[in-house]
């Protein structure tokens, strides 16, 4: 636990830095008492909880990552700030536990790399929104190639990611451009 501890407060304190925006981002989102949201990739659940203060009592946050570590450690901040609406759920093999059709919001903030056969990911994904649900992509635009994000391409340029998520059947909601280094674009499912 104590390595996850650290790993995810490393992740938090990445997620909280202001050159990172996220006191706009949580503005940008809109969300509104009652909606639940699907953190993927929440990591040490920076967001997690605070879309789990935005959404209230009668909304619900599920913070899924693959690594139970970290999902002990969102609990664990949860409990200790008096969260009860955060679920946390274990993603193995690309596959996600979330109850179909009642996601209003699904976030990812440097996840898009790490996902295989994107495309096929989120067709399957559009099965837990809600008719009018949202998804929105943080993702870093670019890298210089002799640094860490540039030799492990950990960023997606934009056009990559409207191109594979109009192949997944979802289309531009809104793009906001206030994030220095990263695209940030919500889709909506197509008719």
Known sequence: MKVASLKARMFNRAASNPKNKP????????????????????????????????????????????????????????????LANIETVLSRGGELALPERSIDLVFMRNVYHHLTDRVEYFRRLRRFLKPKGRIAIIEYKGAKPLTFRGLFRH???????????????????????FLPEQSFIIFRATN
Do not use: C, H, N
């Open 23 to 82: 006191g706009e981002v949580l503005e940008a989102l809109g969300l509104k008492r009652g909606e639940w949201v699907a953190d993927i990739g929440s990591g040490g659940g920076f967001f997690s909880l605070r879309f789990a203060e935005v959404v209230g009592r009668s909304g619900r946050v599920f913070a899924v990552d693959v690594d139970p570590g970290m999902l002990e450690f969102i609990k664990a901040t949860a409990r200790g700030s008096g």
């Open 155 to 177: 960023y997606v340029p934009r056009e990559t990611i409207i191109e594979e998520m109009k192949k997944a059947g979802y289309e531009v909601s809104q793009e906001f451009t």
